[in-house]
């Protein structure tokens, strides 16, 4: 395994990330939907796809952060000696990839307790 996802909060952060359904995830499917939008002419439908463009990447750095936090605090309470540093971009980065496209592979399915 490469250094970067050596340790137990390391796999901690990706049971967690892996356990859960987020919309980070599905992001770039609907960013090529929206792009989409955006050649349809007319402006209404620009004007409407920017708006959800932003909208939608606020919504994926928020989830991110609010995983990685969580990630960050149960990662304190259960190695209470390891380092923390870096384990939010950590969760947040393989939180808005493809479960598919992830590695290492997940070891947990959706919806399991960690």
Excluded: C, H, N
């Excluded at 989409?36 to 928020?62: Q, R």
């Amino acid at each position: 395994m490469p250094a970067k996802d050596r340790g137990p909060v390391r796999g901690l952060a990706r049971d967690v990330v892996d356990a859960r359904r987020g919309i980070g995830e599905y992001y770039m499917f609907m960013v090529v939907l929206l792009v989409v939008l955006l050649i349809v002419p007319g402006t209404s439908t620009k004007v409407i796809a920017d708006i959800v463009v932003v909208v939608l990447l606020l919504v994926v750095i928020v989830e991110a952060w609010l995983v990685g936090t969580k990630v960050k605090r149960l990662a304190a309470q259960r190695f209470p000696t390891e380092s923390t540093r870096g384990v939010v971009w950590y969760a947040a980065t393989r939180g808005i990839q493809l479960r598919r496209m992830r590695i290492p592979k997940p070891r947990v399915d959706r919806g399991d307790k960690v």
